[in-house]
DNA sequence: GCAAAAGTGTTTATGTTACACCCATGT
DNA sequence: ACATGGGTGTAACATAAACACTTTTGC
């Protein structure tokens, strides 16, 4: 059919923003690129979309390989297309955002040809393409999400301390949070179920909780919403 | 360079779903396709993306070729690119959404070729390709946005009463609000203007109203955060 | 015993909800 | 005069914010 010659194509990406926290602070994971152009710049995973693959599935596939990431929480961004903002040609991309726990980080360098590393948000080094760009666009995603969503436990370990969760709120948003009534808030939204497992450590022994999706899921059924 | 040839490309379309307020209840802008597949079937506005344009350069230039409409509010929503969603091959599809006021809507059917008509979002024909979900995804975001950013003036005149904007909050959010209530909240953010003008008509005049969106400005740097 | 993080309640201020009547105009 | 939408205030209630000390553990 004359159809596939009747418009010329950009080439076609998808671009992973990729977050973690190591307790301390939010962290981005970059690979090393080893290709032209931007050869041995830092960049977000991700690569070409194949011609008969779903987005997402696109998204996982060039996570995996770069990363070794696998089942993570990923939800689509935005799609960056300015003409010019790839040297190789009209190249447009559709940018993801990912969670991960601490348990599926990968190791910090590996000693496969494709390095990844994890960066603080606040210390990135210079990006390949217009990462930069689609990076801000995440963080600010992240931080209007974190607030009535409950994204904060697909980035903690399943078993969480709530002076953890706490620390997690306050890296994404950027402030301090009074403790009392951030626990009252949370144990009050009736999601978070205490455990009667306790960390060990240097300190008085914390309780563990864990997210309640099933708790979750019939609460926002009923037209629940909840804000922090 | 063999860059090009690498990779198989997927055709790239922008499509939009234009929502309109006339008082009463939200529509949306449709065209009737005069081309297959789906000839005389409603779609939304929408069209393949040109080799050196921008994403938003492609919505705008197809909404004013197929809908005559100019300077509207628009906001990239969400890409569509699962495999078999057009049936000539593989499309992917950056989806936005527009907000006219009324004194921009174009003709509620053109002698044109291309048929443009609104309708209700709750009485909608069958609809093009997976256009019913970006429709759906649209919907989801408008509900969600108005709560909490200035959109509702981008549906109304440039002067509006508090009655109209209620109504739209209505229609928008999909349930009746309390009109003292709603009054005193919205007065008191401070970015709605009351001007000494009236409407005229059939009944008690009512005053007018003007969006100050320097005021709004300034109060969102100040890190202002509003919600309905 | 001391450093370090965990845990816990009350008071005050602020915001949200519910609710009913008179007003100005056109017909 | 009546129908129609415009306009107004207060009291009860719920939510959010501010605030300091005791507990438990490892060293």
């Known amino acids: 059919m004359s159809f596939t010659y009747e418009y010329p194509r950009p080439s076609l990406t998808v671009d ?28 977000l995973p991700g690569g070409f979309v194949l011609m008969d693959e779903d987005l997402e599935t696109a998204a996982r596939r060039e996570l995996q390989e770069e990363t070794s990431l696998r089942e993570v929480f990923l939800e689509q961004l935005q799609t960056f297309g300015a003409p010019g903002r790839d040297p190789r040609g009209r190249v447009v991309s559709v940018a993801y955002f990912a969670l991960v726990r601490p348990d599926q980080h990968p190791a910090k360098s590996d000693t496969d040809a494709s390095e990844a590393a994890w960066f603080p948000v606040g210390k990135l080094p210079e990006l390949a393409f217009d990462h930069d760009e689609i990076l801000r666009a995440a963080q600010a995603r992240l931080h209007g999400k ?72 019939a609460l926002t059924e009923g037209g629940f919403h909840f804000e922090i």
């Open 16 to 43: 992973c923003v990729v977050f973690g926290f190591d307790g301390n602070g939010l962290q981005v994971l970059l690979i090393r690129r080893g290709l032209v152009p931007f050869l041995g710049c830092w960049a």
């Open 146 to 217: 974190v607030r009535w969503q409950p994204i904060g436990f697909e980035l903690l370990p399943e078993k969480f301390t709530l002076g953890q969760l706490q620390a997690l709120y306050e890296a994404v948003l950027g402030r301090s949070l009074d403790k009392r009534n951030f626990r009252k808030k949370l144990l009050a939204l009736d999601f978070i179920a205490p455990l009667e497992e306790f960390t060990a450590g240097s300190h008085r022994p914390a309780r563990l909780h864990r997210f309640d999706r099933p708790r979750y899921d």
